[in-house]
């Protein structure tokens, strides 16, 4: 069995450079760490910090609220999906998943050759509850595309779908966009759940990959062994800079919040004029999944908002929802004031 294409990063990789307009950054750009109270210098790793990996689990302890002895780390969110398919293989359980989701979310595990079966959001529970075979829910929450979290009620509902010694993954990488005091995980240290973030969003940490997996540490040695086969490790450098970012959090929710709101009203402004488009505004991430009437598939849309208009949107039809669009509102609030310009004429001209 050869790979499928993970069908967003193959247009994100092949289209990407034609855009003038780029709406599909999901995370915020990599910020000037020095003015954000960060300390960049390799010499002052060495001096301040004897062993960075148990540094930065600390402080990512202190701040979640986790046990230490239940982080993992890793090398950016996308190898906690990897690492946590494989052990979904390993287990020979099937991969169930709502739509509309991430795509890696339940590509990744398809290309292992592990069954994976999607439902809209409202039947995943039934879907769960009705199979026999060995069962891992993988669900992103705030949900990307849809950019809102799941509530309490249904993720509980999920939980309880699931038979002992199944699990259900959680990816939180754009959980800080909820913009609390506190980043509030739902990950309870039971052995039925487990979770992953990510520095890359939120922090803007793209150029240098750190991530974690939250889980029991009768887990983590599996995938500790799992690991193993790929013999990857966090360097020392991005997490002594990740942990002092999250020590900076305040001063990075401030950037945060100077780009999201205004975006959002901008974009608000002209999603809720216009007859031809529906959404369900985000209310916890940088992105919005929205909906248009129309006969034209959503690649065919987007392939015209980009060679007609310069404008990078990314098809729904790549998160299982048809008819359907996502936006991301992270770029500079002036430059993205005029895309919405932009936007708006393509909008009127195109779906009337």
Not at 52 to 74: A, K, V
Not at 107 to 127: D, E, K, S, W, Y
Not at 320 to 325: I, L, R, Y
Request: hydrophobic letters at 40%; one cysteine or more; proline letters at 7%.
């Amino acid at each position: 069995m050869f790979p499928e294409d993970i069908r967003l990063l193959r247009w994100i990789e092949e289209k990407m450079h034609l855009a003038r307009y780029n709406l599909s950054l999901s995370g915020l750009p990599e910020p000037d760490f020095k003015s954000m109270g960060v300390d960049t210098s390799l010499e002052d790793m060495k001096r301040d910090a004897d062993n960075p990996e148990e540094y930065f689990r600390n402080i990512l302890s202190d701040l979640y609220g986790y046990d230490p002895r239940e982080i993992f780390l890793t090398t950016g969110g996308s190898e906690a999906i990897f690492l946590i398919s494989l052990l979904a293989k390993s287990m020979d359980a099937d991969v169930f998943t709502g739509v509309p989701e991430y795509e890696p979310i339940f590509n990744v595990p398809a290309n292992m050759g592990v069954r994976t079966r999607t439902a809209p959001f409202h039947r995943l529970p039934g879907m769960i509850s009705a199979a026999h075979e060995r069962k891992a829910v993988f669900m992103s929450n705030p949900n990307n595309p849809l950019g809102s979290l799941h509530d309490r009620k249904y993720l509980e509902q999920i939980r309880g779908s699931v038979s002992t010694g199944d699990f259900v993954y959680v990816d939180e990488a754009f959980l800080e966009f909820t913009l609390e005091d506190r980043p509030t995980s739902v990950y309870d240290g039971q052995q039925d759940l487990m979770v992953n973030g990510s520095m890359t969003k939120f922090y803007g940490f793209s150029g240098m990959r750190v991530g974690w997996i939250v889980t029991t540490p009768e887990r983590i040695r599996i995938l500790e062994r799992l690991r193993d086969i790929t013999g990857t490790r966090n360097p020392s450098y991005p997490l002594w800079i990740a942990g002092q970012c999250l020590l900076n959090r305040k001063r990075f929710q401030e950037r945060a919040r100077s780009v999201v709101e205004p975006n959002l009203r901008a974009l608000s402004a002209v999603v809720e004029s216009s007859p031809a488009l529906s959404w369900v505004p985000p209310r916890h991430a940088p992105f919005a999944l929205i909906r248009y009437s129309g006969n034209i598939d959503s690649v065919g849309l987007c392939t015209t908002a980009l060679e007609r208009y310069g404008l990078f949107l990314d098809p729904g039809d790549y998160f299982g929802q048809p008819n359907a669009f996502r936006l991301c509102f992270t770029g500079a609030p002036d430059e993205f004031k005029k895309a919405m310009e932009v936007f708006s004429g393509f909008v009127s001209k195109t779906l009337g």
